[in-house]
């Protein structure tokens, strides 16, 4: 009887821990997604939830200054052809209420990472409503979905989970990966 039972524990540890690498073994998008590789600055906005918990928030902020690390970055910086552009000074998050999809596309300039799910972000929300994201946010253990072009311009990076332990952790396992 107490074997089954450790093997029945050992089982269930063996499912979640290959659920969870599942949910973090998806591949980034492509490094131009978030740095202009002509001008080494980000080419990116980080759109946080205003429905977020702050943990959400302090997961943006730590994106930010890991691309702001990127080698691509670093070199541009380096490049006295390029104009150093401080990470510092650039205005890399936002909330979800600063700006819109239609301005976004009308902008089309730059690609969006949008931090949590539909509850906490209404621009994950429209897309979701929309039909162009696929993932069911309410029941994701954590993880991010890359929409290429959704509207015909610029990419979306999606990084969400179901609640605010699972968007942090993949916040920090694409942070991981870049």
């Not at 929409?147 to 990076?157: K, S, T, V, Y």
Request: contains cysteine; negative net charge.
């Amino acid at each position: 009887m107490r074997l089954r039972k450790v093997g029945a524990v050992l089982t269930g540890c063996a499912l979640l821990g290959a659920t969870l690498a599942g949910a973090f073994a998806q591949s980034i998008p492509p490094i131009d997604f978030f740095v202009d590789p002509k001008t080494g600055a980000p080419h990116i906005l980080i759109v946080v939830g205003s429905k977020a918990a702050a943990s959400d928030v302090e997961a943006a902020t730590a994106l930010a200054v890991k691309i702001g690390t990127l080698d691509v970055v670093k070199a541009a910086n380096r490049n006295s052809n390029i104009s150093k552009v401080p990470v510092s000074n650039l205005n890399l998050v936002t909330l979800d209420t600063q700006i819109t999809l239609a301005d976004w596309k009308a902008a089309g300039d730059y690609n969006l990472v949008l931090i949590g799910g539909p509850v906490a972000n209404i621009l994950v929300k429209q897309l979701v409503d929309d039909g162009l994201s696929a993932v069911d946010w309410v029941t994701s253990p954590g993880e991010w979905e890359y929409l290429r072009a959704p509207h015909g311009g610029e990419d979306i990076l999606i990084v969400a989970g179901a609640d605010r332990e699972a968007t942090r952790a993949a916040v920090q396992a694409l942070i991981n990966q870049l």
